[in-house]
């Protein structure tokens, strides 16, 4: 799932990792613009299925 820079606000950064254990997905982000790294943990069932497409 692509994600926006937390620092720049750089839109739909894909994740350069993606991790999955169990209902968790780790997410690994690394910004093509200024550098800025981050992870997000995301529940996935968390979300409805209509948001795989999005
Ligand atoms: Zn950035």
Do not use: F, H
Request: hydrophobic share 25%; with cysteine; charged share 30%.
């Amino acid at each position: 799932m692509k994600d926006n820079c937390p620092t720049c606000l750089e839109r739909d950064v894909a994740p350069a990792v993606s991790r999955r254990r169990g209902q968790r997905t780790r997410d690994g982000y690394q910004c093509p613009r200024c550098g800025q790294q981050w992870i997000t943990d995301r529940i996935t069932t968390a979300y409805p299925a209509d948001q795989d497409a999005a």
